[in-house]
């Protein structure tokens, strides 16, 4: 008998525990965010290759401006050097590279490295890998609402509205969550895509993003595949 599993089409990932990952190592966090990159590119590669088709992560939140500039300066490198040299194992793969966030406030160099990544794996049909990068929820809701408001001033009819046109004002029309992680140990949301998150499964571990490798990720697939999902009507 052949077992196939039911594989969540959205799989979210809040990637924390970097910085303590380093500090119990007695390292510095720099060297955290490092190995978190790293690890990054394995797990994207890994979820396309178990039938994930978009799989979205925390990066860097609106909210991370608020520590060390040494911190922020060092993530800001990070994303650039990431996109210009490692997507080009993601982009063979064909996976295609999108990016959520505000682009007011960063670097030129780190605005042209987003701009590079996402024109360059546009075509990529082989699965999405969404970074949040400068992200929040509460803002990404909050600039989908100003384009809305922007097309009704245009004369957009709105009287059936509904909540899957929502989606089309937000960074990217992605499908909805199916699946958050979050690791690190805590047991929250942060500010991460709070419009995508209705109805999605939550999965919290203790280990630290550098330390999730592909076996963690399956547990968390497991768990999914045998949660009972409801949608507000009831499975009988
Ligand atoms: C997550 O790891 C990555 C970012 C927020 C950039 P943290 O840096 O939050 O790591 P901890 O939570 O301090 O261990
Ligand atoms: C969430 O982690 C943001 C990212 C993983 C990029 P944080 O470490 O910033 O979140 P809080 O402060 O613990 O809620
Ligand atoms: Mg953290």
């Known amino acids: 008998m052949v077992f196939k599993l039911n594989i969540p089409k959205h799989v979210a990932i809040i990637m924390d525990g970097n910085g303590r990952w380093a500090e119990k190592r007695g390292l510095a966090r720099s060297e955290g965010h490092l190995e978190g990159s790293k690890t990054l590119e394995k797990i994207a590669l890994h979820a396309m290759d178990m039938g994930v088709e978009v799989l979205s992560v925390y990066a860097f939140s609106t909210d991370n401006f608020k520590r060390d500039k040494k911190e922020v300066d060092y993530l800001m490198n990070l994303i650039v050097k990431?996109?210009?040299?490692?997507?080009?194992?993601?982009?063979?793969?064909?996976?295609?590279?999108?990016?959520?966030?505000?682009?007011?406030?960063?670097?030129?160099?780190?605005?042209?490295?987003?701009?590079?990544?996402?024109?360059?794996?546009?075509?990529?049909?082989?699965?999405?890998?969404?970074?949040?990068?400068?992200?929040?929820?509460?803002?990404?809701?909050?600039?989908?609402?100003?384009?809305?408001?922007?097309?009704?001033?245009?004369?957009?009819?709105?009287?059936?509205?509904?909540?899957?046109?929502?989606?089309?004002?937000?960074?990217?029309?992605?499908?909805?969550i199916d699946l958050l992680i979050r690791t690190g140990g805590e047991q929250r949301v942060s500010n991460f895509m709070l419009y995508e998150l209705s109805y999605s499964e939550f999965y919290f571990t203790n280990t630290y993003f550098p330390d999730f490798d592909k076996s963690e990720f399956n547990k968390a697939l497991f768990m999914y595949e045998n949660r009972d999902r409801r949608f507000g009507g009831l499975n009988k």
């Open 82 to 176: 990431y996109f210009n040299t490692k997507f080009e194992k993601l982009n063979k793969k064909g996976i295609k590279v999108l990016v959520s966030g505000r682009t007011t406030n960063l670097r030129d160099d780190v605005i042209e490295a987003i701009k590079n990544v996402q024109e360059k794996t546009k075509d990529n049909k082989e699965g999405i890998l969404n970074i949040c990068f400068n992200y929040g929820g509460q803002e990404e809701i909050i600039d989908a609402s100003i384009k809305l408001a922007q097309d009704i001033n245009k004369g957009l009819d709105i009287t059936n509205f509904t909540r899957e046109d929502f989606y089309k004002y937000l960074y990217h029309d992605l499908p909805p």
